[in-house]
């Protein structure tokens, strides 16, 4: 099942595609597409629903992020050898943790905001991983089965705020739009192995990254392993795990973001999502 909500920020309704990839409206059957209603095993009780006979939703709407209220978004720095080899830093024996809060997710296509005295915002096309039942010392085994669905994200970053002020990559995360989420929740059945996704980021239609996710560093079964080793991860809550190699930082010389470019974020069978960027006011 792809799980999205539609409408205007703040007034999204839920929904889900067809077999002809048209949004149905939810909203009848599920109030919203929340952490408790993940966490009530809300995905399962949708497999039986006949989607065809659903409400239409015709016309052009804007997607909103496919998850309300994201509590926590747990992201993994230097998750691809290749990503560490462009930075010019050394390839983790550990997962890096840092966090964006819940403030930074949106839409898939809503405009980004370059934040004020910003010289270095710069994109990363990642895979992310919905939690959908609580998990805390989760063994490898049995950490796919916390798992609720996968969507895509675009972990963008401000290269000076994250790098070059006295530490803390949180600094150059959690500015305001810099987590896009979706266009949709794709249920983990859809996904048989999240390692065996292709991933692409174009800027202006230029293509910078183009990955899989089979060259992951440490996969998503061990991410979900390891973090509950750390704290609890909850339903709604959000890893999103690593980018591959061709972000600005990495270009020679480096490329940044500036106001009017446009970028096109896509994971095999997960979606796209496209944003303009503007400057912050």
């Not at 408790?36 to 659903?54: C, F, I, Q, R, T």
């Amino acid at each position: 099942m792809k799980i999205l909500r539609v409408g205007t920020r703040g007034a999204e309704r839920p929904a889900i595609l067809d077999s002809a990839s048209r949004p149905r409206d939810l909203s009848r059957i599920v109030g919203d597409i929340t952490p408790e209603w993940l966490g009530s095993a809300g995905v399962e009780a949708l497999a039986g629903v006949d989607v065809e006979s659903l409400p239409l939703i015709s016309g052009k709407v804007r997607i909103g992020a496919p998850i309300a209220r994201v509590g926590k978004v747990v992201c993994v720095g230097l998750n691809y050898s290749d990503h560490a080899a462009e930075s010019g830093m050394d390839v983790p024996k550990e997962p890096i943790l840092f966090m964006k809060g819940g403030h930074t997710v949106q839409g898939p296509d809503d405009d980004i905001k370059i934040p004020r005295n910003s010289i270095k915002t710069d994109w990363e096309v990642e895979l992310g991983v919905v939690i959908g039942r609580r998990a805390l010392y989760v063994e490898p085994a049995a950490a796919l089965d916390h798992v609720a669905g996968y969507c895509v994200c675009n972990d963008v970053s401000e290269r000076a705020f994250q790098l070059e002020h006295g530490g803390q990559w949180d600094k150059g995360k959690n500015c305001e739009t810099f987590g896009p989420l979706g266009p949709w929740l794709v249920t983990r059945d859809e996904v048989p192995d999240p390692q065996q996704l292709d991933m692409w980021l174009d800027v202006n239609g230029r293509r910078f990254q183009k990955g899989s996710t089979r060259t992951m560093v440490f996969g998503v079964a061990h991410l979900v392993h390891y973090i509950s080793r750390f704290m609890p991860l909850d339903p709604g809550d959000v890893i999103s795990t690593g980018t591959p190699p061709g972000v600005g930082l990495g270009q020679k010389p480096p490329v940044y973001l500036k106001a009017g470019d446009e970028m096109r974020v896509g994971i095999q069978g997960l979606g796209e999502q496209t944003q303009r960027v503007i400057p912050a006011q």
